[in-house]
């Protein structure tokens, strides 16, 4: 199955055929970097991350930009409200951003350009914009004339009668259109300022993603990406002005992901499904959500939604993507004990052995595993379908486990059996490569722990099983649920019993 992507513009699910055959050209809309990252700003670089990891897995060369808005209104009232300079709190909110981003394991971005540092390709393309009467200088504003492109409108799907302003708080007199919008804003008192043409001032929000995504990826690239909320005006006025200077399409393919969504209890006592904002008060930090819960988890919750979707983000989702991600950790700890190691990176996988099985008793298995790892590409080539592969996956840990099950492989150990299982499990790891998860230490597998720790389990694990010889069940349960409120959880096993770590 050919790779398919479901595009904005068009409205539908479109072939994908990038503009130069082998490469890929990705631009994200980043941060606007006034205050702490939330989850929600991990939403976009996690699914982008995804793409980008498929995109290369089927050959493609890509480039991946996300961009840092650090000129902006809202950078200019936090930093007034905090009492600091507009770059020092720009500086402090990009480092933590970037910072989050390298917990997620997001590592994939090759550049990250910030608006401050391309005031000069911004100019140009105001002034280009100008000559062209796409644009209007007045009272050393510059705006952007709606009237003048007949298609505005096309990626939101408004009219323009329909429009209010779209900016981001704008101030200025002279617009000639209320839906006209700043391509350069007059310097006011103490603000950042850089010289322009038109006087001192600095860019609006819209022509800055436009300038810099055209100096790195070219007037058409491939895949432009964002939130839903940056659909109108942010995308649609990045549009009309990109195309209206170049003459060309902008971006090829518009992918736009869900919003995270929250519970929020109303005054009232009753709970209120809602986005989760900065205007609203209901965000959750991105540093805590990774101090609590860890990168591996909250990707795997990500993930588990197609990306158009609006992602739910309560107590319940968390706690039910911990069970769904701890049923691999206890298949690479299940398949760490039957073949004497934890499975690593450079394992021969499902491919690499299959002809030697196919014809042994282990063949039906290999043939399923086989199949359904077509499947999981199938998803991924279907729009970038994460949920439906990660459903995948869960399928194959099942086999695996119904496998060694039927040739109780835990005490019987046949060499195909166990070879086939391994192979299997690594097949199941490289896929889940693809979409970021499992990426470094098998999670759950844990490192051997000091001898005295190894001794006090192997001892407390002996008095349980001669409680239970002996009946004395209470005494039994009371030594499980006690390790188990201390984040121990001991399992009976085929070959007897073990523990693990929460």
Known sequence: MSLRVYDTLTREKQLFAPVRPGKVGMYLCGPTVYKPSHVGHMVGPVVFDAIKRYLKYKGFDVVWIVNITDVD????????????????????????????????????????????????????????????????????????DVARDADYGKLSNRKVEDQESGTRSLE?????????????????????????????????????CSA????????????????????????????????????????????????????????????????????????VSAR??????????????????????????????????KKGLAVFTRLFERIGRVTGKPPVDGSPDMDQIANRLLESQVGNFVRQVIGDKMRFLEMMDDDFNTAGAIAVLHEITGSINSFLEQNRADTDRQPDVVQAAAAATQTLRKLGQILGLFRTEIPGVVAKEPGTVEQLMALLIQVRNEAR???????????????????????????????RRE
């Open 288 to 321: 805590d959500l990774l101090d609590a819960w860890g990168p591996e988890l909250l990707r795997y919750m990500l993930l588990s939604t197609h990306y158009r979707r609006p992602i739910e983000f309560t107590d319940e989702v968390l706690a039910n993507s």
């Open 73 to 144: 209104d809202k950078l200019i009232e936090a930093a007034a409200r905090n009492k600091t300079t507009v770059q020092d709190l720009a500086e402090k909110y990009t480092a933590e951003y970037l910072d989050c981003l390298t917990r997620f394991g997001i590592e994939s971005i090759d550049r990250f350009p910030k608006a401050s540092e391309h005031i000069a390709e911004i100019i140009i393309m105001v002034e280009k914009l100008i000559s062209l009467g796409c644009a209007y200088v007045s009272e050393g504003n510059v705006w952007f």
């Open 212 to 283: 810099m995504s055209v100096k790195y990826l070219g007037e058409t690239f491939d895949i432009h990406g964002g939130g839903m909320d940056l659909m109108f005006p942010h995308h649609e006025n990045e549009l009309a002005q990109s195309e209206s200077a170049t003459g060309k399409p902008f971006a090829k393919y518009w992918l736009h992901n869900g919003l995270t969504r929250i519970k929020t209890k109303l005054a009232s006592g009753q709970w209120a499904d809602e986005k989760m904002s900065g205007s609203l008060g209901n965000v």
């Open 469 to 499: 010889k002996s009946k004395q069940f209470a005494l039994a349960d009371s030594v499980r649920d006690g390790l188990k409120t201390i984040g121990i959880t001991l399992e009976d096993r085929p070959d007897g019993t073990g523990w």
């Open 172 to 208: 200025g007199h002279g617009k000639r259109n209320p839906a006209d919008f700043a391509l350069w804003k007059t310097a006011k008192s103490g603000e950042p300022a850089w010289d322009s043409p038109w006087g001192k001032g600095r860019p609006g929000w819209h022509i800055e």
